[in-house]
């Protein structure tokens, strides 16, 4: 059993920072590549930025130079930290991690519940 739970999300003005995080728990034997996803009302779910077991990673355009992503493995947490904000960039934001488990020594993607990003004035 894993449990992928996220904190953050809110307000912000245009411009503005925000920070997201993400922690796993349970029977977690491995994690492996783990990232943040996103959805805008009426949108497909998009890739935001990933994060390997080893540290590289991987960013959308419109996240390139404003968007970090970073991982703590003996925490087993990852955070989505943003900068410069825009409005396209509301939308609910999920976390993601591939996961081995002790019980079936097999992976799987898990998720996170989602939280909300309004950057409004």
């Known amino acids: 059993q894993v449990q992928v739970v996220q904190s953050g999300g809110g307000l912000v003005q245009p411009g503005g920072s925000l920070r997201l995080s993400c922690v796993a728990s349970g029977d977690i034997h491995s994690m492996y590549m783990m990232g943040w996803y996103r959805q805008a009302p009426g949108q497909e779910r998009e890739q935001v930025a990933t994060?390997?077991?080893?540290?590289?990673?991987t960013y959308a355009d419109f996240a390139k130079g404003r968007f970090t992503i970073s991982r703590d493995n003996a925490e087993k947490t990852i955070e989505l930290q943003m900068s410069s904000l825009k409005p396209d960039d509301t939308a609910v934001y999920y976390c993601?991690?591939?996961?081995?488990?002790?019980?079936?020594?097999?992976?799987?993607?898990?998720w996170g519940q989602g939280t909300q990003v309004t950057v409004s004035s």
């Open positions: 994060i390997t077991s080893g540290g590289r990673t």
């Open positions: 993601t991690a591939r996961i081995m488990v002790n019980a079936t020594m097999t992976a799987n993607w898990y």
